[in-house]
C-alpha cells in the first residue's frame, strides 16, 4: 500500500517525509501500457521519482490546490509532468518524441542543448477573480552553468530559491516502486526564515541539518526502494530522538471526465469539430495520464452544439 510518513526531529529544527508509491505506482503503469504502448525504462524511472516529488512538496506546504511538476525539455522527452493534489491523488505523464537510450539520465532525456527548465505551479481550488496560478522556474543546471544529473539536486535548488531553506531531497523509482525521502531545515520560530536569527544559532541549526542530511545522503537507491519504512528510518536515524505522525495514502487518480473533453471541443469550434466528424468518422480523444478514450459519434459531436434545452436523439452519452 502507498504511503507518506512524516517525521520530526525531536529539539531540532529539522523535520522530514518519507513516501513510497506501491500500488498507486503500478496502477498509473498498467494504465499506460493497456491503453497504448509504455514508456522507456528511463522515462518511466523519471516519472517516478517526479511522482514522488510532487507528493511529497504537495505534503509540505499543504496548498489547497494542485501542485504540477513540468520539466520542458530538448531532448527525446519534450515534456514530463506530475501533479498532486491536496488529498495526495496524483498522475504523470510524458510526450516522447525521439528514441531514448536505455541508460538515459535527465541531461539525456531533457537537457540536451542546456535548454531544459523546471516549472513548479500552484493552482487553487477557489480561485479569487483574477488570480492566477503562482509558477516557479528553473534551468536544468546549477549557478555554474553546470548541468544538474539528477531530478533532486533540481528540485533542491528550487526549494532553496523559492522557500529559502535548505532541504536534502532523495528520489528513486522502478517498474514496482516510486520513493522519496525529504530532509528540510526549519526557520526559527519568530525569525523569519532565519532572517532575524544570531549567528551562532544560525551555526547550530545549520550544523544539525547538515549533520542530518548528510545521515541521509547515506541512504542508497536499492534501500529507498526496498527497505520498509520502519527498517529504514531506523538504520539512518537510530540515534535521533524521531517524532512521528499518522501515514497518509497517496493515491493514483486521473481528473479527466467527459464533461471536460466535451468542454475542450466546444473550444475548438464546430467547424473543426464537424471537420474531424467528416474525416474520421468519430471524435476520439485519449486522456495522456490515464488512457481513457473518450469517443463522440456524429450525434455525441452535434449535441455539443445543440441550444440549451435541445435533446438530440443518442446523446444521453454527453450526461
Request: glycine letters at 8%; one cysteine or more.
Amino acid at each position: 500500500m502507498s504511503e507518506l510518513h512524516k517525521f520530526l526531529f525531536e529539539g531540532l529544527p529539522v523535520r522530514g517525509m518519507l513516501v513510497r508509491l506501491t500500488d498507486a505506482w503500478q496502477e498509473l503503469l498498467a494504465r499506460r501500457e493497456h491503453a497504448e504502448h509504455g514508456f522507456a525504462a528511463p522515462v518511466r524511472a523519471l516519472l517516478g521519482e517526479m511522482a514522488a516529488a510532487a507528493t511529497l512538496m504537495q505534503a509540505n506546504i499543504k496548498f489547497n490546490g494542485a501542485l504540477v511538476l513540468q520539466i520542458f525539455g530538448d531532448g527525446p522527452v519534450k515534456l514530463a509532468v506530475a501533479e498532486a493534489q491536496p488529498d495526495l491523488a496524483f498522475r504523470a505523464t510524458a510526450k516522447v518524441v525521439g528514441a531514448v537510450p536505455a541508460d538515459a539520465q535527465l541531461e539525456a532525456l531533457l537537457n540536451e542543448h542546456g535548454q531544459g527548465r523546471c516549472a513548479i505551479t500552484l493552482d487553487p481550488k477557489d480561485k479569487l477573480p483574477g488570480q492566477q496560478p503562482y509558477q516557479g522556474i528553473v534551468p536544468l543546471h546549477g549557478d555554474r552553468r553546470e548541468p544538474l544529473q539528477r531530478l533532486e539536486k533540481v528540485l533542491e535548488h528550487y526549494m532553496l530559491q523559492s522557500e529559502q531553506l535548505d532541504t536534502r531531497l532523495l528520489l528513486a523509482a522502478d517498474d514496482r516502486v516510486a520513493a522519496g525521502l525529504l530532509i528540510q531545515r526549519l526557520p526559527v520560530e519568530g525569525a523569519g526564515n532565519l532572517a532575524g536569527a544570531r549567528n551562532e544559532d544560525e551555526i547550530g541549526i545549520n550544523e544539525h541539518f547538515n549533520r542530518i542530511a548528510h545521515l541521509a545522503s547515506t541512504l542508497t537507491r536499492e534501500e529507498l526502494l526496498s527497505l520498509p519504512t520502519d527498517t529504514l528510518l531506523r538504520r539512518l536515524f537510530w540515534e535521533e530522538d524521531l517524532r512521528r505522525f499518522e501515514p497518509l495514502s497517496p493515491r493514483f487518480e486521473c481528473t479527466c471526465s467527459r464533461a471536460r473533453v466535451a468542454g475542450m471541443l466546444r473550444g475548438l469550434g464546430r467547424e473543426e469539430v464537424d471537420g474531424i466528424v467528416a474525416e474520421q468518422g468519430r471524435v476520439e480523444i485519449g486522456c495522456d495520464f490515464c488512457g481513457i478514450k473518450y469517443q463522440f459519434d456524429p450525434i455525441d459531436a452535434a449535441a455539443l452544439f445543440a441550444p440549451a434545452g435541445q435533446h438530440l436523439p443518442g446523446s444521453d452519452a454527453l450526461n
